[in-house]
């Protein structure tokens, strides 16, 4: 059976005249578009834009849900109570619905952003806050989580779908873990080298850690990013790799439970 894995990035996060990314350039190369709702990044405009290029690339479209926090791009953690992350959430991904039913297309997804994905990656009070939205929302809805993650186990059982991930840029630890940004070496920068790495999860199911050692990793989809330099080369380089070795970018909406 021919080997199948999902590529995603982060995009629809540019601000009327701030710009972020490269959204047309990365949409061809990607499989799966993260856009973002409007709570850490993204206006209106700029989010329907995007939804109309994934649509036009038949790209499938995520809700890249955050923290309110559009001064720190969503990457401060935030103590919410449990009732206000869960309406938080749910009128994001509503606000992206009513955008993408505009354009012909619909959110399959979500993802978590930032700060907000590695909290509920361990705490389960948030986690279920936004398990509950999604719940409450559309009970299809797909949750993108870290792979290795509690999260996974809390969402299956409480009956969503769950796709793991990967990141291509990163670097990881021998227990599955990621290497903190703030220690050397934890991202990793060379196409080439990141590319073979994610040819290795995929044949293999696992990558060599920042140790040395092989470390299985259990994912369905590989996150790659576009809004930083020579980062769009290494998300191309890793589709080619990928490709040229016979394995399928094919978005993990058709592939249930991955």
């Known amino acids: 059976m021919k080997k199948q894995i999902d590529l995603n990035s982060d995009l629809g996060e540019s601000f009327g005249q701030w710009s972020m990314g490269n959204d047309a350039a990365i949409l061809p190369v990607v499989s799966s578009a993260n856009v973002a709702c409007g709570f850490h990044a993204g206006s209106p405009e700029g989010i329907l834009k995007t939804l109309q290029a994934a649509q036009d690339n038949g790209v499938v479209v995520g809700a890249h849900v955050g923290y309110p926090d559009l001064v720190g791009f969503g990457r401060r953690n935030m103590d919410i109570a ?13 606000a992206l ?9 619909q959110v399959r997804y ?17 986690a279920m806050a936004v398990i509950n939205a999604m719940l409450a929302i559309d009970n299809q809805l797909i949750l993108v989580a870290l792979a290795g993650s509690p999260l ?3 969402a299956r059982e409480s009956g969503l779908n769950v796709v793991a991930e990967a990141f291509a840029d990163r670097a990881y630890n021998s227990d599955g873990t990621l290497v903190s ?10 196409p080439q080298l990141v590319a073979q790495r994610m040819l290795q999860l995929v044949n293999e199911g696992g990558v060599m850690s920042i140790d040395g050692q092989f470390t ?3 994912a369905g989809s590989i996150c790659v990013h576009g809004d930083s330099p020579g980062a769009l080369e290494m998300a191309q380089e890793v589709r080619n790799v990928l490709e040229n070795q016979g394995i399928e970018i094919q978005g993990f909406v058709h592939r249930r439970d991955s």
């Open 181 to 190: 940004r703030r220690l050397e070496g934890a991202v990793l920068h060379d």
């Open 110 to 126: 979500v993802k978590p952003h930032g700060a907000l994905y590695n909290t509920i990656a361990h705490d389960k009070r948030q």
């Open 216 to 218: 299985p990793i259990e």
């Open 82 to 94: 449990t009732d206000e992350l869960m309406a938080d959430v749910i009128y994001q991904i509503g």
């Open 152 to 154: 996974i186990v809390w």
């Open 97 to 105: 619905q009513g955008l993408a039913t505009a354009v012909g297309t």
